[in-house]
Each structure stands twice: as C-alpha cells, then as structure tokens.
T-cell receptor, first 120, second 116 residues
C-alpha cells in the first residue's frame, strides 16, 4: 500500500482563487511529520510547510496552511489567493522517525505529486 | 551561505561507466540524504547518513554506494552505470533528524544524469 497518496495528478485553478491539494497518508506510528514541498519547472525542491502528528493546531505559513485531520489521515495543503507563480508540482511527504517506528530507513516518503497550473 | 550544493548539474554516461556525485552543505547539518526522482514519481530515498562516517540504506540502494568522510560532504557513487539509473538526483540535509519528526530537509538543486 502506498504510504502517501495524492489523488489529483493535475489541477487548473483561476488566479486569486483558493486551492486545496489533497494528501492522505498511511502509518501506524504515533509520532510522524508531514511536509509539503513545491517543485517549480526549474526543478528545485522548496519546503513549504510542516505539520507534526502531535500538533493540535493546523500549521500556517503565509498563504499556505495545512488542513490536518488526524483521524482521517489527511494532510491537505491550502493555498489562499493563488498567484501565477504558484504553478508548479506539489509533493506531500511523511517522515516516520525510526526511533519511534521500531526501525527502518530514515528519510522522507513522497507522494507522486500534483501538477498545479494557475490560469490568469 | 550557499545551503546545499550539488556537483555536477548534468552528466551523460555510457553503460558501465562510473561516476561520483558530490553534495556539500554549509549549514552544519548532521543528517544528509540522497534521493532520485523519476518521471511521474515522487522522490525515493537511496542512502542517507546520520553523521560523519556513517551511512545507511534507503528504499532503493542497489547499484549505488555512498561515503560521508566529512560532515559537510556526502558522495554518491555509481560503480557501473545502467540505463535504469537515468534520473534526477537530489541531495538533502537536515539539522538533527531526531523526533518530533519536524526536522526539515533542505534540498540541493539536483543533478540530471542520463545513462546511454
């Protein structure tokens, strides 16, 4: 089973509208972290936002917020007032620290991404 | 403060050739990682290091070797390149990699490798 599922391969959104990018995850760990990264056409990976499994409040960073629904294992990224420069691939990722998961490799597990295109 | 840098940016190899990708970070991070990104997929972990002199296998380690002789550098080696190793390779680093799980990984610009 996939650990990170992003069900929207592509999205078209009008400029200035809000965007929600879906992410569901699968883990049996109690301690884990969820991340969103942006990858523009230039190729670099840009960190956007982080949510810890024990955080009770949804994370926010400027125009980005993370809608964290722990019981549903959902960590959707919300971009308010979208801009043309938001056009990019967006990846959801999860870290399950081995010291809490009982072993295994460290590092991030990524979803396959959502290609977001903002239209003027 | 350059962050995470990768050398080279592009490389074309013939099947069977060897090469080394260099990753350097100037943030005094303990943890370093190598990922590969293939079309239509997210990044997958190849190897990682939790500190100078240590290395560990990730999800897709076969065909690669790594070394971390200095804290700031993490090398990824391909001893005998295969077409299946055509990919974009990303290096990343994080401060401690401990729990709280919120140890953000910062990525280099990537190396695009083609194996003919």
């Amino acid at each position: 089973a996939q650990k990170i599922t992003q069900t929207q391969p592509g999205m078209f959104v009008q400029e200035k509208e809000a965007v929600t990018l879906d992410c569901t995850y699968d883990t049996s760990d109690q301690s884990y972290g969820l991340f969103w990264y942006k990858q523009p056409s230039s190729g670099e990976m840009i960190f956007l936002i982080y949510q810890g499994s024990y955080d009770e409040q949804n994370a926010t960073e400027g125009r980005y917020s993370l809608n964290f629904q722990k019981a549903r294992k959902s960590a959707n990224l919300v971009i308010s007032a979208s801009q043309l420069g938001d056009s990019a691939m967006y990846f959801c990722a999860m870290r399950e620290p081995p010291m809490y998961s009982g072993g295994g490799a460290d590092g991030l597990t990524f979803g396959k991404g959502t290609h977001l295109i903002i239209q003027p | 403060n350059a962050g995470v840098t990768q050398t080279p940016k592009f490389r074309v190899l013939k099947t069977g050739q060897s090469m080394t990708l260099l990753c350097a970070q100037d943030m005094n991070h303990e943890y370093m990682y190598w990922y590969r990104q293939d079309p239509g997929m997210g990044l997958r972990l190849i190897h990682y290091s939790v500190g100078e002199g240590t290395t560990a296998k990730g999800e897709v380690p076969d065909g690669y070797n790594v070394s971390r002789l200095k804290k700031q550098n993490f090398l990824l080696g391909l001893e005998s390149a295969a077409p299946s190793q055509t990919s974009v390779y990303f290096c990343a680093s994080s401060y401690l990699g401990l729990a709280g799980a919120g140890d953000t990984q910062y990525f280099g610009p990537g190396t695009r490798l083609t194996v003919l």
